[in-house]
C-alpha cells in the first residue's frame, strides 16, 4: 500500500520554525530547571597513564564551587562494560581530553574557573597516536560499522591486476574529521523520586535528562543499564537539536558524567554544556584513513579488477571499525574484487559516527581512482562510470530496487555544462585562474531499522496526535513525519500535530544511517491505517490506535540503495594555489522525496560538508602529546558562507516500489559522499596536479 500524494511531496514549511526563529524553541540546556547547578569537566592533560593525585583544594575555595568529583567521589557506576561510558571509575587514562573529575558551582562562570585550578598529578606512560600503514600490531575487526564483514574477496585480484591493460595502485588518505554541529553537546540531568515525579514509588530515584540527542529511547536504556535503573525510571527528553551528524547518535562519556555530577549535589539539577574544545575529544571523531585503491580494466575501461584495503584507527579504550571499504563492495562491476580493513588501537579519543561513516572517507579513494583511471583509458570520467554499470549487486546478487546511477551522471553531466570540461587537464585558464571540471559518484544505503511504534490519537474536534519518540536533528523529521501522517490518516495538514523527541512516547530508532523517514514514517503509516481501520473517518474522541512498523521483506529481496552524480568546478590561482568552488551540482535518485524543501537542505548540506572535507578540515594530532591541538573554530576550519558560492541540489522524480510504503530510500547522508573525490578530480582537471590526501590546501598545487 502506498500513500495518496498530497502533503506528502509538497514542499511544506517547517512545522517549528517559528519557535526556532522566534527563540521559544527550548534546546537541551535552555530548559529551565529550578536552581540549576553548573558542571565543568576537568580533562586528562596526558595520552596514558594513571592518576596520582588531585589537589582540588584551589578549586573549591572559588566562590559559589559546590563540589569537586573525582574518580575518588563519584558514585559507583552498575554496568561498566562500555568502557567510554565508565566515567570517573579508576585511576586510569586511556587519552588525551578524557574526564578526571567535575567541578560543580553555583554559576558556569565558577565551575569553569574552578575547573582550571585543579591540580592532577599523573603517572605517565608512553601513548601511541600515530597511524600508519606499516606500522606494528594492525588487527582485523570482527566486524566493521554496521556489521559488516571486515574483508572480502572475489577471484583473484593480483593475477586480475597483472593481466590487465590500464591499472590504477595509488595511495589516498583522509584526515581525523570532527563533528561540529552547531549546538554543542549539552545534558541536563534532575535526580528525583518517584514521590515528585510520578511511577514508581517514593525513595525510588528517578533520572530526567534534557538531552541534545539524535535518540531519546537510545540514550534511556543506555543510562538505565550504566546506573543500574529499570528504564521506565530513565527520561529523555530532546524536543529539538542543532544538529547531530551522528556525534549525538550514541551516548557519550558526557551523558553520564551529567548523570554522576548531579548525584553529587542531592536535589538540585545539573547543567553540563560541552565546549567547543571539549568536543573535540568527547564528541566521536572520524578516523583518518589510509586507502590502497587498486583498479585494473580493459583498454576499453570496463573493469577487471576492483580492490579497496584501509587501514584506519580505533580508541585503545574501545573499538570503532569505520566500514571504509564496503561501498567499493557494490559500486561497480568486476569479476576480481577484494576490500579489507585493519585498525590500529591507539591512544586516541573513541572515535564515532560522522556523516556517512564509511562511504565518506571510502569514496574520497575510489572514486579519485575511477578519475585516474579515465585518465589513463583516455574515457570521459562520466563514460567510464557508465560502463562499469553492474546490473545486479556484485556484492549479493541482488537485483537493485531501483539503481539510475547514470541517469544522474547524464542528467548532471547536461545540467553541468560538461562538455566544457577541458579534455587535457590544465589547459583552461580565465586570468589568473586556472579552470577545472571534476565528478564522482555517490551512494548510500537504504536503512529502515526495526524497533519504532507509533500511536495516533483522536480529540474528537477534528485534530489528530501523532505520537513518536524519533528526533528531529535539523533534518525536517517533525515537518515530513507531519505530512506522512496527514495523507495516510487522508486529513489536513493542519489536523496533524506530531509529538516527538521524547522517550516517554513510543520507541523510535535513531536518527542515524539516513533512515528516520523510512523507519519512523512507515511505522506512522501503520499507524494511521490501524486507526482508520478500527474507527473509519469519524473516529470517538479519545480515540487512539497504534502500529510497529512493519517489517519489510523486500529489503532482503533487493540491493536497495540512493545514488547520485556530484559535480565540481574550481578555480585555481595559478600564482598563489588558492582554491576556489564557484559551483557544485549534485542529481539524486533517492526514491521518493517527502519534502523538496526540507530534503534540498539536506542534500546541500552535506555536498557543503563534502567541501569542507575537501579543501578545509584536517585534525592535527600532535603525537608527541597526543593532543588535537587545532581543537577550536580558529584552526580547525569548516566551510563557512565565504567557502560556499553555487550549491545546488536536484534529483529525480521517482518512487521505489520496494523502500517501504513511502517509496523514500533517505537523503541526511548521501551529500557528502563523492563530493570531495568531484572537486579533487576538478583540481585536476585545472591544474594537472593529483592530489590523493586530503585536505586540499594551495601548498599543494604550487610546484
Ligand atoms: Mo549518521 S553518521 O548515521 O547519524
Known amino acids: 500500500m502506498t500513500v495518496r500524494r498530497g502533503a506528502v511531496g509538497a514542499p511544506a514549511p517547517r512545522v517549528e520554525g517559528l519557535a526556532k526563529v522566534t527563540g521559544s524553541a527550548a534546546y537541551a540546556y535552555d530548559r529551565p530547571v529550578a536552581d540549576p547547578v553548573y558542571a565543568c569537566p576537568v580533562q586528562a592533560t596526558i595520552a596514558r597513564g594513571r592518576v596520582v593525585a588531585i589537589d582540588g583544594g584551589a578549586a573549591a575555595g572559588v566562590e559559589g564551587v559546590l563540589a569537586v568529583v573525582t574518580h575518588r567521589e563519584a558514585a559507583r557506576l552498575a554496568d561498566t562494560a562500555d568502557a567510554e561510558l565508565a566515567v570517573l571509575q579508576s585511576d586510569a587514562v586511556a587519552f588525551r581530553g578524557q574526564f578526571v573529575g567535575v567541578v560543580l558551582a553555583e554559576t558556569p562562570e565558577a565551575a569553569r574557573q574552578a575547573a582550571g585550578l585543579v591540580r592532577v598529578e599523573y603517572d605517565e606512560e608512553p601513548h601511541d597516536t600515530e597511524l600508519r600503514a606499516d606500522r606494528a600490531g594492525l588487527y582485523t575487526p570482527e566486524q566493521v560499522n554496521g556489521g559488516f564483514a571486515p574483508d572480502t574477496d572475489e577471484g583473484d585480484v593480483d593475477a586480475a591486476m597483472e593481466a590487465a591493460a590500464v591499472t590504477v595502485d595509488r595511495i589516498y588518505t583522509t584526515p581525523m574529521l570532527f563533528n561540529n554541529p552547531m549546538e554543542p553537546h549539552t545534558s541536563v540531568a534532575v535526580w528525583g523520586d518517584g514521590g515528585d515525579e510520578g511511577g514508581g514509588g517514593p525513595g525510588e530515584a528517578r533520572l530526567t535528562l534534557y538531552d541534545s540527542t539524535q535518540g531519546a529511547h537510545v540514550v534511556r536504556s543506555t543510562l538505565a543499564r550504566v546506573f543500574g535503573l529499570p528504564p521506565e525510571r530513565v527520561r529523555v527528553i530532546s524536543p529539538y ?215 495516533v490519537g483522536y480529540d474528537g474536534s477534528g485534530r489528530y496526535t501523532v505520537r513518536i519518540g524519533a528526533a528531529d ?62 474507527y473509519g473517518t469519524e473516529p470517538p474522541p479519545g480515540a487512539e490506535a497504534g502500529a510497529d512498523m512493519p517489517r519489510d521483506p523486500d529489503a532482503e529481496r533487493f540491493a536497495m540503495h540512493s545514488f547520485g552524480a556530484q559535480f565540481a568546478e574550481v578555480r585555481v590561482d595559478a600564482d598563489t594555489g588558492e582554491i576556489r568552488v564557484p559551483r557544485m551540482l549534485g542529481v539524486f535518485s533517492a526514491g521518493r522525496i517527502v519534502n523538496p524543501r526540507t530534503a534540498r537542505s539536506q542534500f546541500i548540506g552535506g555536498m557543503t560538508m563534502g567541501l569542507s572535507m575537501a579543501l578545509h578540515e584536517r585534525g ?84
Not at 345 to 364: N, T, Y
Not at 648 to 662: K, N, R, S, T, Y
Request: charged share 20%; with cysteine; hydrophobic share 45%.
Open 620 to 703: 592535527v594530532l600532535d603525537h608527541r602529546t597526543g593532543h588535537v591541538v587545532n581543537h577550536d573554530f580558529a584552526e580547525y576550519h569548516i566551510a563557512t558562507h565565504a567557502d560556499v558560492v553555487d550549491v545546488d541540489a536536484v534529483w529525480l522524480e521517482e518512487e521505489d516500489a520496494h523502500a517501504g510504503p513511502l517509496g523514500a530510500r533517505g537523503i541526511g547522508e548521501i551529500g557528502i559522499v563523492g563530493a570531495p573525490a568531484a572537486i579533487a578530480n576538478a583540481v585536476h582537471n585545472a591544474t594537472g596536479v593529483r592530489v590523493r590526501d586530503l585536505p586540499i590546501t594551495p601548498d599543494l598545487l604550487l610546484r
Open 241 to 455: 537539536v542543532g544538529g547531530g551528524f551522528g556525534s549525538k547518535g550514541m551516548p557519550h562519556a558526557h551523558n553520564v558524567l551529567a548523570g554522576l555530577a548531579a548525584m553529587a549535589v542531592p536535589g538540585r539539577p545539573v547543567k553540563l554544556a560541552l565546549t567547543r574544545q571539549q568536543m573535540f575529544s568527547l564528541a566521536g571523531h572520524r578516523t583518518p584513513t589510509i586507502q590502497r585503491v587498486r583498479l585494473g580494466a580493459g583498454a576499453d575501461g570496463r573493469l577487471t579488477a576492483v580492490a579497496h584495503e584501509v587501514v584506519e584507527h580505533t580508541s585503545a579504550l574501545k573499538e570503532f571499525a569505520e566500514q571504509t571499504a564496503v561501498g567499493a563492495r557494490m559500486m561497480y562491476a568486476a569479476p576480481n574484487r577484494r576490500t579489507a580493513h585493519r585498525l590500529a588501537a591507539l591512544d586516541v579519543p573513541v572515535p564515532s559516527w560522522m556523516r556517512a561513516p564509511g562511504e565518506a572517507p571510502g569514496f574520497f579513494g575510489l572514486e579519485v581512482a575511477m578519475d585516474e583511471l579515465a585518465q589513463a583509458c583516455g574515457l570521459d570520467p562520466v563514460e567510464l562510470r557508465a560502463r562499469n554499470e553492474p546490473e545486479v549487486d556484485p556484492e549479493s546478487g541482488r537485483p537493485w530496487s531501483g539503481r539510475h546511477l547514470v541517469r544522474c551522471l547524464r542528467e548532471g553531466a547536461a545540467r553541468f555544462g560538461w562538455e566544457e570540461r577541458a579534455a587535457v587537464p590544465g589547459t583552461r585558464r580565465a586570468g589568473r585562474e586556472l579552470v577545472g571540471l571534476g565528478v564522482a559518484a555517490s551512494t548510500y544505503p537504504y536503512y529502515r531499522f526495526p524497533g519504532s511504534r507509533a500511536v
Open 473 to 534: 536533528i535539523g533534518t525536517g523529521a517533525w515537518t515530513v513525519l507531519t505530512q506522512i501522517a496527514a495523507d495516510a490518516l487522508e486529513c489536513p495538514l493542519g489536523a496533524v500535530r506530531v509529538e516527538i523527541g521524547d522517550s516517554e512516547l513510543p520507541p523510535a530508532t535513531v536518527a542515524g544511517g539516513s533512515s528516520g523517514t523510512a523507519s519512523w514514517g512507515s511505522a506512522i503509516v501503520a499507524a494511521c491505517h490501524a486507526f482508520r481501520g478500527a
